[in-house]
């Protein structure tokens, strides 16, 4: 992958000789109209420098990239090669399933398994799989690893048999950290060294939030699993040259205010500008005084702004935190000589060209929360009060309640632990709970008294906080924020408050560094006080393994319809995604997570309502806890040493004993277990033949599911718990499985049996092929299956499975922005193994789009302006959409014409936009997806 390109055309080979070692490298300098580029377009015009081989990479591109149009629209494709390849595990279990299948596929083909091998670095790090089953105790970290270790053996196993089997393939086992913070102190290179080559260090990975890394300079977005296996296997991704947005900041940030307000602020300014698909750049004079950490934070919340990357230059404060975080001085010395040879080195007096401006001074940032449902949906936290009553009524009653047929995602769906306790030993509690939702909808609320053994009696009404988790890799990485939170606690402590009894509290670290520097502090006391004990080293609440809430809160909110609250430090708060019994949910800074708790209610003001009293009976508000800046800073730097990172790091893929003592299977191919439940044969190769048949238009189709806007992968794929009463859950039975040990869909990525089954069955789903006929409208993974006389309702899954049996093939209609969110390599596998052959919207976000052809379902989109619903279409029709065989011509159509037959026989018909927008992912299309082509490219090298 990192070979010499074959070709030269613009004689931009070259050496640098950096201490004693020489690189070759491609000067930028030798493409006409480089020295105006963005930072970011450069990177790319040294990987097709690089990598131009005649063929796939052309002079032509490089030459179309130095004469680059800031301001024209995307229209030329290039391929970018990426440096390395990184994953996390519930993302890539399946991906390693695929390469071990691939393996056995090229061998039955008559191929080379040898061949099958990442050519780049691979790695994965194992931090999606721990759940808070047991928290507010000091041996809640221990016991969750080891529920953690109980649930995933054969995962586990599987993964270091990948390790041993594979090369350049590496994995960070359990309890180290979360892989965005592990890249940025540890795996991420600034400027790649290998093969004797010099190059900037670009990656992709199988998470949205690989865009954290953005931050060090480093050029690298999310990307679908089957797109980094690709990568894995030396494929480029094909991509259209972007439009690139300069972002320019200026002034600092005041005080009270933290770097999660400001990247909640930078993400409501670009959802409105509208990035989607584009890149942003920061720049200017202020970038200077943005710390390391504050630019992961913001890098890291790309995907909430629907650009494909937001990067910062490398300068002075990129190579302070290398240091910091235990690099060598050679490579140091290698980036800062690369960077500035290269022209990569940050210049604030030179402002490249952009396609679009946005600025942002930084003082006039104010403490923010977003929510109850989007990431976008910023609010000043002096208007949070009144924004959660105004929000209230969409949340109580009206279908919104968790009661009727979903009643058991909150009580049964948890993996359940021998004990769920919590530290608070707080005699009966009878807060004033306001009763919000009287103010806000004007009916009477009925505020529930629960009582409890271990934390005595108390009343639980809307906008309850039963949440309050600092987790996820947006903030944890970041020491302003967490130290800030961890002197909050102990003047918290010290000022005689306490966290509320009905609040569920957590603190899970990105990494180990956090641990070491809090106890170097003696922070942890304080917040360990107040309830915020270690629960492990992973994303937990931000990814929905907030485990269960106790059994009578669970109970009191279902059998009362009460919309409570979670407050996380993360970055994702779409509907159902945290807890299945927690309507609302609101992003905070880990400081704001805590008092939250402390206020138990969403329902405050902080500038009114007083926390609690202290010793003296006096009211304390949150003014007289929040540390300041400078108490924050000098904590930072006695607590906060460069041996922390270095010896925390020191053995990291060595991982504990239980890590070590796995058996581990060995040998090239991978001896598939058929009783496991986690890890199976999935079925893409089947039946392949070593040429690709023809491709067909579609006949007969029936709609899957009707969808609204802003369906995100999160509706679609599979994630959180696993019902009795569901396909999946039915399926683990019949293999034996009890309900305690179903554990998540997210651990169960490795069975496409599993997956498939839990397709489209979010709880917070609409299909609105249901509501037009059954009152009241369902949520879930339900429709209509018309194999049946009347079509009644079914699971998606059994519905699918009728449909396939009878050759109907599927399709799938939906709105605006579908498919943004996270989990998207099986919302697109899960898609395309229901039998679901197109999916019509009216707008798509990248990289489910992209995946969708990955997977062999042609994205389509409505004609502009138009929608199922100004077309008429009701989702009872059958589609039949003519024109997809032109890609068998080597063409790619601009359209396809749809006609959809209802029952009566009238017809609506409509030019549908074929949204393949490259040859590349035509070349996919064709081989009926993207593993197909790369397997077949390999056997006929």
């Known amino acids: 992958m990192t070979a010499p390109a ?69 229209a030329t494709e290039i391929q970018f090669t990426p440096a390395r390849v990184i994953m996390q595990d519930f993302t890539g279990v399946p991906c390693v399933v695929d390469l071990a299948t691939m393996r056995e596929a090229v061998r039955d083909l008559g191929g080379d398994t040898s061949k099958v091998n990442p050519l780049a670095p691979a790695e994965l790090v194992i931090d999606h799989s721990v759940i808070i089953d047991v928290f507010g105790r000091p041996d809640a970290f221990e016991r969750n690893v080891d529920f953690e270790y109980g649930r995933n053996k054969e995962r586990y196993q599987f993964l270091r048999w990948g390790q041993t089997a594979f090369d350049e393939f590496k994995v960070v086992p359990p309890g180290t950290g979360i892989v965005h913070q592990v890249n940025i102190e540890y795996l991420a290179r600034t400027v790649m060294a290998r093969n004797g080559q010099a190059y900037p260090d ?71 500008h509208g990035a989607v698909g584009k ?30 990357a937001a990067i910062f230059p490398i300068d002075e404060e990129t190579l302070r935190y290398l240091k910091l975080t235990g690099r060598s001085p050679e490579q140091l010395e290698l980036v800062e000589s690369y960077a500035k040879e290269q022209g990569l080195w940050h210049d604030p007096s030179h402002e490249p060209d952009y396609s679009e401006y946005l600025e942002l001074d930084l003082s006039t940032v104010v403490p923010s929360i977003a929510g109850p449902k989007r990431p976008q949906d910023r609010i000043a936290v002096s208007a949070a ?159 929905g393994n907030s485990g269960p809430l106790s059994d009578e809160i669970s109970a009191a909110v279902n059998d009362n319809d009460l919309a409570v609250v979670s407050v996380l430090s993360g970055n994702r708060n779409f509907e159902g995604r945290i807890n299945p019994d927690v309507k609302m949910n609101y992003l905070a800074s880990p400081p704001l997570v805590i008092a939250y708790g402390l206020a138990g209610t969403m329902d405050f003001d902080f500038d009114r309502d007083p926390l609690g009293q202290d010793e003296h009976g006096k009211d304390v508000f949150l003014a007289d806890i929040w540390p300041t800046p400078r108490e924050v800073q000098d904590t930072i730097d006695s607590a906060i040493t460069q041996e922390m990172f270095t010896s ?154 009728n449909y396939a049996a009878a050759g109907t093939p599927l399709v799938v209609l939906g709105g605006k922005e579908y498919g943004s969110g996270s989990s998207r390599d099986w919302a697109a596998k899960g898609t395309s193994l229901l039998g679901v052959r197109a999916v019509i919207t009216e707008s798509f976000e990248r990289i489910h789009r992209s995946n969708l052809i990955g997977m062999g379902v042609i994205p389509l989109q409505f004609p502009d302006g138009e929608s199922a619903s100004s077309l008429g279409l009701d989702g009872t029709e059958a589609f039949d959409i003519a024109g997809i065989t032109e890609l068998n011509n080597g063409a790619t159509p601009r359209s396809v014409h749809v006609t959809a037959t209802k029952a009566d026989g009238s017809t609506v018909e409509f030019d549908a936009t074929v949204r393949i927008d490259t040859p590349g992912e035509a070349d996919y299309y064709r081989n009926g997806g993207i593993l197909q082509y790369v397997l077949r490219k390999m056997i006929n090298a």
């Open 279 to 308: 890149f942003v750049e920061f720049y200017g004079a202020g970038v200077a005084s943005v710390p390391l950490a504050n630019r992961a934070t913001i890098g890291n919340m790309s995907p909430e702004f629907g650009s494909t």
């Open 648 to 801: 925390d790091y020191a053995d990291v893929f060595t991982g504990d004993e239980r890590w070590r003592s796995l058996p581990t299977p060995e040998g090239q191919t991978f001896e598939w277990d058929a009783q496991s439940t986690y890890v199976r044969k999935p079925p893409y190769f089947d039946g392949m033949g070593l040429e690709p048949a023809p491709v067909t238009d579609i006949a007969g189709a029936r709609v899957l599911a009707l969808l609204g806007d802003s369906v995100t992968t999160d509706h679609i794929s599979p994630a959180g718990a696993i019902k009795a009463d569901s396909p999946a859950g039915k399926y683990l039975t019949e293999h034996g499985i009890e309900r305690k040990d179903f554990n998540s869909y997210g651990s169960r990525r490795g069975n496409h049996e599993v997956m498939i089954r839990g397709t489209f069955a979010n709880i917070r789903l609409r299909n609105h092929l249901l509501d037009a006929i059954i009152d009241g409208g369902v949520q879930g993974g339900y429709t209509r299956d018309f194999t049946q006389d009347g079509g009644p309702q079914a699971h998606i899954y059994d519905a699918a499975q």
């Open 6 to 74: 074959s070709k030269d055309s613009f004689g931009a080979r070259d050496t640098l000789r950096v201490a004693n070692e020489e690189y070759e490298i491609f000067r930028l300098n030798a493409v006409e109209g480089a020295g105006r580029l963005p930072y970011s377009l450069k990177i790319l015009l040294e990987n097709l420098l690089r990598t131009e081989d005649g063929q796939n990479i052309t002079a032509e591109h490089i030459r179309a990239l130095g004469n680059w149009d800031a301001k024209a629209e995307p």
């Open 385 to 543: 009060k009144p924004s959660f009553r105004s929000a209230l009524p969409d949340y109580v009653g009206n279908g919104h309640g968790n009661g009727g047929a979903l009643d058991e995602a909150g009580s049964e769906s948890f993996p359940a632990s021998d004990s769920i306790a919590v530290g608070h030993d707080t005699a009966a509690d009878k807060p004033k709970v306001a009763s919000a939702a009287q103010g806000a909808n004007g009916r009477a609320s009925a505020p529930v008294t629960v009582r409890t053994e271990d934390r005595g009696e108390f009343v639980l009404d809307h906008g309850a906080v039963v949440i309050s988790s600092i987790t996820s890799c947006t903030n944890t990485s970041n020491p302003s924020v967490m130290i800030g939170a961890a002197l909050l606690a102990r003047n918290a402590v010290n000022r005689g408050l306490s966290v509320k009894p009905w609040v569920k509290t957590s603190m899970a670290p990105g990494s180990q560094v956090v641990t070491n520097y809090y106890d170097r502090a003696g922070l942890w006391p304080y917040l360990e006080k107040l309830g915020y004990h270690l629960v492990g080293y992973g994303c937990t609440t931000c990814i």
């Open 202 to 272: 670009t990656l992709v990975g199988t998470d949205s939030h690989t865009t954290m890394v953005n931050g060090l300079g480093v050029l690298g977005w999310g990307v679908g699993g089957i797109e980094a296996e690709a990568a894995m296997l030396g494929q480029p991704v094909s991509m259209l040259i972007p439009r690139v947005v300069g972002f320019k900041l200026t002034g600092e940030i005041p005080s009270g205010a933290t770097a999660t307000d400001v990247v909640l602020t930078i993400t409501e300014m670009l959802r409105k």
